[in-house]
Structure formats: structure tokens, C-alpha cells
């Protein structure tokens, strides 16, 4: 079992008084710390399921991160590093290509993946990053 990987429309939601400040885990992971309540009333997409923890510790993104998200990543920042980019033609036309890559995990992927462009294109011109439930 993996968590779902999320785009969210909008600025990242970061408790005022921290301004983006970090918290390092116990892995060493540099996570941003977001008022997730805040994050579900953003627009938002879900993509499917993945597994970055499982895919760093064995080493291995091809068995734990679909095709499609690891396009996605290339051009949506996710939210631990702590910046957003905006949506454009660019980003669109590689979220075009990314919806119709193979899923070669065992994860699931959302049935009406292909309906992500579109919602996009409804956001043009807006911040967006991803988030990993």
C-alpha cells in the first residue's frame, strides 16, 4: 500500500509564523510544514497511489513510482521543497504526455487520469504543487 499523490491548485499552506520553515524527520527528509486542512479545500486532483519512502530505501523508483507521476514530477514541484510553479502551455503539454505513460507498479492509477490536462487547463495561469497523502 502506497499514499495518493495529489496536485493542489493554489499557494502551499504554511502556518504563518514559520514562513516556509522546515522540520527535519528522523530519515533526514527536509519536509514543509503545511496545514493540511488548508490543502484539502484547494482545488485538487488525485493521480494515484505511489510509494516514495519504499522507493528510496530499496533503491528502486521503477517498481514504486508509476510512469505517470514520475513525468508529473519533472514539471509540479512537490510541496516539501517548499515552492510552487505556475501553470502554462509547458506544463500542460508534458501532463499530456504523462497521463498516457504505462503504469508498470503494482499501484493504482485514477481511472480518469486522462481528465488531469483539462483540469490544468480550468487552473492556467495559477500556483500548483503536489502533495503525497
Known amino acids: 500500500m502506497g499514499c495518493d ?3 493542489h491548485i493554489g499557494e502551499i499552506p504554511v502556518k504563518p ?3 516556509m520553515g522546515f522540520v527535519h524527520l528522523a530519515l533526514g527528509i527536509s519536509v514543509a510544514e503545511i496545514i493540511y486542512e488548508k490543502a484539502l479545500d484547494q482545488p485538487h486532483f488525485t493521480i494515484g497511489e505511489t510509494s516514495f519512502l ?6 528502486d523508483r521503477a517498481t514504486y513510482i508509476a510512469m505517470p507521476i514520475e513525468k508529473l514530477l519533472q514539471v509540479i514541484p512537490e510541496y516539501q521543497s517548499g515552492k510552487t510553479k505556475v501553470i502554462d502551455d509547458a506544463m500542460i503539454s508534458v501532463v ?6 504505462p503504469n508498470m507498479t503494482g499501484y493504482h492509477m485514477r481511472m480518469n487520469l486522462h481528465e488531469l490536462p ?12 503536489s502533495i503525497c497523502w
Open 96 to 101: 499530456r504526455e504523462a497521463v498516457s505513460a
Open 5 to 7: 499523490y495529489t496536485i
Open 17 to 19: 509564523d514559520q514562513k
Open 54 to 59: 519504499k522507493a528510496q530505501l530499496a533503491q
Open 118 to 129: 483539462k483540469f490544468l487547463e480550468e487552473h492556467k495561469g495559477k500556483p500548483c504543487y
